[in-house]
């Protein structure tokens, strides 16, 4: 035996105003619920706004005062050359020159410190080691604190990793989309590693 509750609502569902009920009252959440999203949308695209704007980015880079505060006699340094090595103090030496302990063997007559050698005035480099010996002149600091200043929200996911002047250094001389035009060519194909404010110089193609 069907529940007579059961036969009621079937009979209040056949009847076309309940429907029209039923579809109103859908139609007037899925309105409501619209708006609400696209109302959260605009208020956190605003917020963004306003803090791109208003808020620096904490960069946590940490500049050393010099090769002096180096502590540990071991070194970092930019591991991938076939030829050439630049250590965490500056120093650039041929692969044959690297000690075990990571550090350029300050000793050859070639190990050169905050070598810009391949270097144009623009900071935009040839090889890439010497581009991250130059960058970590002491001097260069100002420079690379006004481009974190100015870096776009694009790159503030790989420069926030950074924690110091070296970790920086290799991340900016490493080619990225600011050394290339149309996606697929260098804007200038000899001198692409850099350490400048700016992208290097758009060449004519």
Known sequence: MVPCGAVLWRRLLRKRWVLGVVFGLSLVYFITSTFKQEERMVRDRTLLQVQEHEQPIMWKVKFSSGNSSQLSNQCRNSVQGKLLITDELGYICERKDLLVN????????????????????????????????????????????????????????????????????????????????????????????????????????
């Open 102 to 205: 990571g550090c350029c063997n300050v000793h050859v007559p070639s190990t050169k410190l905050y070598s810009c050698d391949s270097c144009l005035p623009n900071g935009c480099c040839s090889i890439y080691e010497f581009c991250v010996s130059c960058c970590l002149q002491p001097s260069k600091q100002h420079l690379l604190e006004r481009f974190l200043n100015r870096a776009a929200i694009a790159f503030q996911n790989l420069f926030m990793a950074v924690e110091d002047h070296f970790e920086l250094c290799l991340a900016k001389c490493r080619t990225s989309s600011q050394s290339v035009q149309h996606e697929n060519t260098y804007r200038d194909p000899i001198a692409k590693y850099c350490y400048g404010e700016y992208p290097p110089e758009l060449l004519p193609v």
